[in-house]
């Protein structure tokens, strides 16, 4: 357990929030939601919250999700 008291310590999260996936593609808050919104990044719906699963992310960097909502 570490200082928070979360029993996950050392387990890898298996999503991001749409303001860390803005983050990390270098692009503003409000163009990552725009994308959530036209399909382009994938979402998970959980209560009101969205979260970008990151394998999807990586399959979209890796140009086999499409950003434009093709494969390959």
Do not use: C
């Amino acid at each position: 357990m570490n200082s928070k008291g979360n029993e996950t310590a050392g387990v890898e999260r298996l999503t991001l929030t749409v303001e860390e996936t803005a983050h990390l593609l270098g692009i503003s808050r409000g163009l990552a939601y725009e994308m959530v919104k036209s399909g382009r990044l994938p979402v998970i719906h959980l209560g009101r919250r969205l979260l970008v699963p990151k394998h999807g992310l990586q399959e979209i960097l890796r140009g086999t999700g499409g950003v434009d909502g093709t494969k390959g």
